[in-house]
């Protein structure tokens, strides 16, 4: 079975500040990877997304992540951050080939401070 | 292009009742995925339903089931209701492409928020 460890549950930084969160993997077989956002009272939507090829992957918002296969690490980074960006994100996996869904960590809450 | 929509938005339940939790899927998705999101924590992927058939499960007990209609919306279902059951819970649909289901982005609705009380 995979699994999906958020490192930190909060991470606070000052706007136009640059920000990482972290993601760490751990799967038998090779996945999919995935960042999402949630904003208050709302679902998710989609961040960004690494498939295969390039191991630096570009998403909406100016967000960007690094996929590390010998680290089994997925961190997301934004260079400077907006108090727009306070919002729960998520790293998740599924399975290549599955038909399982996505598994998802516990999230990082980033609060951004004026 | 209307996206994921869910009803309803909130609902309260007593332990033991049953409930039935909605969902329309992106116009053109034929995979819908149901999630439980506990406060603090994040989805947990409970089935996945292609072709009106349920295409994988997670680690849910047998109360919880569910439907897919011919137009691809779907319902979740879960009886005998317990206090841990209070959660927000997600559909996701996603189109099925000759990648699989795990290699298509799922577009998520806004949740219904069940309370067991």
């Known amino acids: 079975a995979q699994s999906v460890t958020q490192l930190d549950s909060q991470v606070p930084v000052f706007e136009e500040a640059p920000v990482e969160l972290r993601c760490n993997y751990s799967?038998?077989?090779?996945?999919?990877l995935f960042w999402y956002v949630q904003y208050p009272n709302q679902g998710l939507q989609l961040l960004l997304k690494y498939l295969s090829g390039s191991t630096l992957v570009k998403g909406i918002n100016g967000f960007e992540a690094e996929f590390n296969k010998s680290q089994t690490s997925f961190h997301l980074r934004k260079p400077s951050v907006h108090i727009s960006d306070t919002a729960e994100y998520f790293c998740a996996v599924s399975i290549r080939g599955g038909a399982d869904g996505l598994t998802f960590g516990k999230g990082t809450h980033l609060i951004i401070q004026p | 292009e209307t996206g994921v929509t869910q009803s309803p938005t909130h609902l309260i339940k007593t332990r033991g009742q049953q409930v039935t939790l909605r969902c329309s899927s992106q116009?053109?998705?034929?995979?819908v995925s149901w999630y439980q999101q506990a406060l603090g924590q994040g989805p947990q992927f409970i089935f996945q339903y292609y072709r009106e058939e349920e295409n994988g499960r997670g680690n849910f007990p047998p109360r919880f089931s569910g439907l897919q209609f011919p137009n691809y919306s779907s319902e979740l279902n879960v009886n005998a209701l317990e206090l841990d059951d209070s959660a927000l819970y997600l559909c996701?649909?996603?189109?099925?492409?000759?990648?699989?289901?795990?290699?298509?982005?799922?577009?998520f609705g806004p949740g219904t928020r069940l309370t067991v009380l």
């Open positions: 116009s053109g998705h034929n995979t």
């Open positions: 799967s038998s077989v090779s996945v999919y």
């Open positions: 996701a649909s996603s189109p099925r492409t000759s990648g699989g289901a795990s290699y298509n982005e799922q577009f």
